[in-house]
């Protein structure tokens, strides 16, 4: 859980926002089995909290959210920019458990991907006064609603940042230009693609 903050009152933080997609699940839900559709759910949830744990301080970053095929993760800002290259590597690391998980013999669910959004910017971070919500905080803001969109943008296997993230860490990832995409309340956007860690 993100700390360091009085989160029963909203703030305003600096946050590098993550949300993925899983592309072709609906399909895979209409053709199996509830309980082997189940199991994967499980094993996806599992695995995107043991990257997360693995790559980040708790203190520092949160899955803020499950959205039935997909999640919602804020990680802290800093001035060293850690946190936009650490949502890189768990975009990547997703990728490739994910990749994995779907060849895996259990499943064989090979059409399957993820496709993800990556932004930062000034969110606006706390608990909502409401009994069901008391010990959740979130965030809300145009980075996240960028994010949703570039992770509906993405292909299968993208992972999509917007310029800045990309300006500030280009010396640790490899990145492919992507045509500006005219995105809904944001005019056109230049996004890049994040392809692998630099050698």
């Known amino acids: ?7 029963t009152l909203p703030s305003k933080m600096p946050m590098v926002t993550l949300v993925t997609d899983i592309r072709g699940f609906s399909n895979i839900v209409n ?4 309980g ?6 499980e094993q996806f949830i599992g695995m995107v909290h043991q990257i997360v744990e693995n790559t980040t301080n708790l203190e520092q970053a949160e899955i803020n959210a499950y959205l039935g095929d997909g999640f919602l993760i804020f990680l802290k ?6 946190a936009m290259e650490k949502a890189a590597n768990i975009a990547l690391e997703l990728r490739e458990h994910f990749r994995y998980l779907r060849r895996s013999p259990a499943f064989t669910f090979t059409d399957l991907d993820i496709g993800t959004g ?3 910017g000034i969110v606006t971070y706390g608990r909502f006064n409401l009994m069901e919500y008391d010990k959740k905080a979130t965030g809300v803001g145009p980075p ?3 994010a949703f969109r570039l992770a509906a943008r993405a292909g299968k296997g993208d992972i999509l940042v917007t310029e800045d993230i990309r300006n500030n860490i280009m010396s640790k990832f490899d990145f492919t230009k992507k045509r500006p995409l005219g995105i ?4 056109r956007v230049n996004t890049f693609k994040v392809k692998r860690r630099s050698p």
Do not use: Q
């Open 144 to 146: 996240v609603n960028l």
């Open 1 to 7: 859980m993100i700390s360091g903050e009085h989160l």
């Open 118 to 120: 990556i932004t930062s």
């Open 36 to 41: 082997k559709v189940w199991r994967f759910i």
């Open 31 to 34: 053709c199996n089995s509830a």
């Open 77 to 82: 800002d800093d001035l060293n920019n850690h």
């Open 184 to 187: 809904r309340s944001f005019g």
